[in-house]
């Protein structure tokens, strides 16, 4: 199963990017939401869901493990298939969805492409319980800024190391997050590395 890819954004479509890591090229489907927080041509950090079926393999990606949360509990629901739930993705955030479904607003969720009158009282009744427990979202960005300073030099040595590119660096990346952009050096490469070992 594949849970996440980091790479080079191919291209970008109206439902879908082709994202490239190592020269293979993902067909992932996705909603605006998601698509609106990646640049072509630029690297990339995309959470996956995979779907095996009988007669494919399909990849959903999202910007926000929020999204990926409300996508596989969307899926969950009779009549709610992958395309349908990409759609009240794209129509709401995860934070709408949560007040749309705790207020029964019925109106907002027959905006999503897919969701007619009896589709939106079956999510309003099913969802209603699970609603408040789930993530509301915290605006992540997918893009993964080009390394610069120490940063470079700890993507640097994790090359050195034998890691690829992308993986060193999503890992330093996240790791800046965390320390801030003044870290020492060997302090961003110690944490990046417990970060890859994850």
């Known amino acids: 199963m594949i ?21 293979v090229g993902y067909l992932v489907q996705a909603s605006t939401r998601t698509l609106s927080a990646l640049a072509d041509g630029a690297m990339a950090s995309v959470l996956i869901e995979t779907q095996v079926r009988e007669d ?15 996508f596989r509990l969307l899926t969950t629901v009779q009549g709610v298939g992958a395309r349908v739930a990409l759609g009240i993705l794209s129509a709401l955030s995860p934070r709408d969805l949560i007040g ?3 207020s029964g607003d019925r109106a907002s969720l027959t905006r999503a492409p897919g969701v007619g009158p ?16 789930m993530p509301v979202g915290v605006g992540f960005s997918a893009i993964v800024p080009p390394p610069v300073g120490g ?14 590119r992308p993986e060193a ?30």
């Open 3 to 23: 849970a996440k890819l980091t790479g080079r954004i191919e291209a970008l479509e109206a439902d879908r990017c082709i994202i490239d890591v190592n020269g």
């Open 56 to 70: 494919a393999i399909q990849l959903f990606g999202f910007a926000d493990p929020a999204e990926r949360d409300w």
């Open 100 to 102: 749309a479904i705790q």
């Open 118 to 133: 009896k589709l939106a009282v079956r999510l309003l009744t099913e969802l209603r319980d699970k609603a408040g427990a």
């Open 151 to 164: 940063a470079a030099d700890a993507v640097s040595a994790l090359l050195n190391l034998g890691y690829r």
């Open 169 to 198: 660096q999503a890992a330093v990346g996240k790791v800046l997050e965390r320390l801030g952009e003044g870290a020492p050096v060997g302090q961003l490469i110690r944490e990046s590395l417990q970060e890859l070992a994850r």
